[in-house]
């Protein structure tokens, strides 16, 4: 596949690094430095030019291309880049915007601004936030085939039940799957006799309900579910994004802005959260509105650096569990281990929800670990599919090391995979692929 990606910010080079191996990438970018860079870091095309200019799209071989990827950091530019593809070319188009009204409109319309598929960065940002804060203890957490699977990533420290426990011992939920292990940089695909160590971060894949039970009892937390008592620091527009995403779930959230005339504005448009204006850097004001008895902090500032403070001070003060928007993405293992719980990178939530359309047409959904470490993918199986019609047991000799099939949709159902299961056509499967093979299973499976 013969692939443009125009702007070669964070998300762009993720995208194009995550491409490049392969398909035939040319990344278009108006920064010569980046340029430069992009021609000796990857085996892409890298291009110096505008990429609303059609000159500019044609050198990029845009009227044989098939996809357009439209990734700068401003909104305008990406549709406008889209609409002239679509008028030199029939290549599929895919616009990242940061403005929610805009994807709004899109999806209101029959693909506007010539845009076929619309992608926001803070409303998937504030998502991951709000999937995370719902599973006590989670790393990581997504859902599929449309949220009867939730995958779920945990980090296993020393008071954790399963601390020394082989996975059979552990494995003691009706609907679960443990998929994998991630132990230092090392993917451990475990078996029966595999022991669980402290560090371990573990991958299970199953029903909501089995993995908010697992969940409770790893963590060995107090709380029965996720999050109760919500503050969001920062009324940027992803702290607007996750304030009206709990809203909408029925929750009354707290979140504080440090601007008066923004944090008025909130206000009007949040009427189920509490808007506090006031510094958050200010542990004697937190006290004061207890935000040290909430179940979770959210900082949502525009800097890196401020967010870390914040969730530094709130992890101080007696915070459950702190999530942090980290727009460096060289800058989130650096945030978890100095005591942030979960860094959020909204570069890595957009080019996770791309990169599935350059994928199999049955691909349907793909979450990414351990920064690209690993995958976990729906499939739609087909009748060439090395799974279908034939026990999972027998079907995984066919298949690299590094595969596992964690859970099956059926017609809306769970189907909990054991080894006599038998995948049909139709079923939904979802499986952690380690990313070095997942070009290889994808055309398998």
């Given amino acids: 596949m013969r692939v443009i990606v125009v702007g070669a910010g964070e998300v762009g080079r993720s995208i194009a690094a995550n491409l490049a191996d392969g398909h035939d990438v040319v990344v278009v970018e108006r ?10 870091s990857l085996d892409v095309l890298a291009i110096e030019g505008d990429g609303t200019k059609l000159d500019v799209l044609r050198e990029a071989g ?50 506007a601004f010539d845009v076929d598929f619309m992608v926001s960065s803070d409303l998937l940002t504030a998502e991951a936030i709000f999937r995370i804060s719902g599973v006590p203890g989670a790393q990581d957490v997504d859902t599929f085939a449309g949220g009867i699977v939730r995958m779920a990533e945990f980090e296993i420290d020393e008071d954790s039940p399963v601390t020394g426990q082989s996975v059979r011992d552990a494995d003691r939920y009706a609907s679960l799957t443990f998929a994998a292990l991630f132990r230092d940089e090392a993917v451990i695909i475990p078996t029966g006799d595999t022991v669980i160590e402290i560090g371990d971060r573990v991958v299970v894949i199953g029903s909501p309900d089995s993995i908010g039970d697992f969940a409770t009892d790893t963590v060995c937390a107090d709380e029965e579910s996720g999050a109760d008592s919500v503050v969001i620091v920062g009324g940027s527009k992803i702290g607007f994004q996750v304030a009206r995403l709990f809203e909408e779930h029925g929750y009354y959230p707290q979140l504080i802005e440090r601007d008066e005339d923004r944090a008025r504005e909130l206000a009007e448009q949040l009427p189920n959260t509490t808007v506090l204006q006031s510094d958050a850097t200010d542990s004697e004001f937190l006290l004061e509105e207890r935000v040290d008895e909430a179940d979770v902090v959210a900082a ?5 650096e401020k967010n870390l403070l914040v969730s530094l001070l709130a992890a101080r003060i007696g915070v459950d569990r702190t999530i942090a ?6 800058y989130a293992d650096l945030f978890e ?9 909204p570069r890595e939530e957009t080019a996770e929800e791309i990169v599935r359309f350059t994928r199999d047409n049955r691909t349907e959904k793909i979450a990414m670990l351990e920064h690209d470490l690993a995958e976990v993918i729906e499939i739609e199986i087909e009748s060439d599919s090395v799974l279908a019609g034939r026990p999972i047991a027998d079907a995984v000799q066919d298949l690299p090391p590094g595969v596992v099939v964690g859970a099956v949709s059926r ?6 995979p054991r080894g006599d299961t038998t995948i049909e056509v139709g079923d939904h499967a979802i499986v952690f692929v380690e990313s070095a093979i997942v070009d290889e299973v994808s055309a398998i499976i």
């Fill in 325 to 330: 928007v980290v727009n460096q993405v060289e």
């Fill in 411 to 416: 017609s809306g159902t769970l189907v909990t």
């Fill in 300 to 304: 949502a500032l525009e800097s890196d």
């Fill in 62 to 111: 845009v009227e044989e291309a098939d996809m357009l990827i439209a990734s700068t950091d401003i909104d305008e530019t990406n549709i406008v880049a889209c609409g002239a593809a679509k008028a030199i070319s029939d290549a599929f188009t895919i616009a990242r915007v940061k403005r929610r009204d805009l994807l709004e409109t899109w999806q209101n319309t029959n693909r």
């Fill in 337 to 345: 281990t100095v005591g942030v719980d979960i860094a959020v990178n």
């Fill in 31 to 40: 920064d010569a430095e980046l340029v430069e860079e992009l021609t000796y």
